[in-house]
């Protein structure tokens, strides 16, 4: 295991960097985030921006990145606003892949239902986001790759990648965010050997990540999702 976890320190090391990250869903949220920092935009607005991107990342990023810009241009770029006034694009096309504007404007539905008489999603758990944002049935066994994402990005403060906007959940409390390629990288590097994507895998993996990185186990995602990146340029 001693390889490995070099591997992890050299990996995230190295792919912790903006530069491998243009392209990549997080790039609206932060954009929201430097203009909240300016006294710009309003949380809420950081907030939603990663509650959409993070519901349509899967794919291609070239394509990820295109039909958030299509949500955001719909939303005038002011998503808290959009939100709030309830008026939603709300029609059975596609917005990505699979998921169509109705589906879109069902989230912002529950969104304003939810900023009605709230200020902040941070004081949500991850299942409860999972119901009460995306509209899912509660199940505690799901990884939530997408929740367990836009968590990182509002915590994690490593003034590089993520954001460091919410305060009051430590990094050390995230859990890594598990799709195929994280999946199938740690299976690899003998991190885990469940093939099962599901929160009992995730927290396999997190709790391995929390012996190289006891304060910030999901700074390995860069670890393995650069892991993931060098095994499919090998394939080629």
């Known amino acids: ?67 958030c810009t299509r949500a955001f241009d719909e939303m005038g770029w002011k998503p808290y606003q959009y939100v709030m006034e309830g008026n939603y694009r709300n029609e059975d096309k596609s917005l990505h892949r699979t998921i169509k ?13 939810f900023y009605s008489n709230n200020e902040s999603l941070e004081k949500l758990t991850p299942d409860q986001i999972r119901v009460m944002v995306y509209g899912q049935k509660s199940d505690p066994k799901a990884a939530n790759k997408k929740i ?6 509002m915590v994690r403060n490593d003034g590089i990648v993520d954001l460091g906007i919410w305060k009051s959940i430590s990094p050390a409390e995230l859990i890594i965010p598990l799709d195929v390629h994280v999946h199938r ?3 690899n590097m003998g991190i885990t050997e469940r093939k099962g994507s599901d929160i009992t895998t995730a927290l396999q993996i997190t709790d391995f990540l929390k012996k190289v ?24």
Not at 101 to 113: M, Q, T, V, Y
């Open 148 to 153: 367990h994402m836009f968590r990182r990005w």
């Open 1 to 67: 295991m001693e390889k490995t976890i070099d591997t992890i320190c050299r990996l995230a090391d190295e792919y912790n960097k903006a530069e491998y990250f243009e392209g990549d869903p997080i790039r609206f949220p932060k954009h929201f985030a430097e203009l909240f920092r300016e006294g710009r935009c309003l949380l809420q607005d950081v907030e939603i921006a990663g509650i959409i991107a993070a519901h349509l990342a899967w794919g291609r990023r070239d394509m990820i990145v295109r039909d």
């Open 101 to 113: 504007w109705s589906d879109f404007a069902a989230i912002c539905g529950r969104l304003k239902e």
């Open 185 to 187: 990288s740690a299976i």
């Open 213 to 236: 990185f006891p304060d910030d186990p999901c700074k390995g995602d860069f670890a393995l999702f650069a892991y993931a990146a060098t095994m499919r340029e090998n394939k080629k």
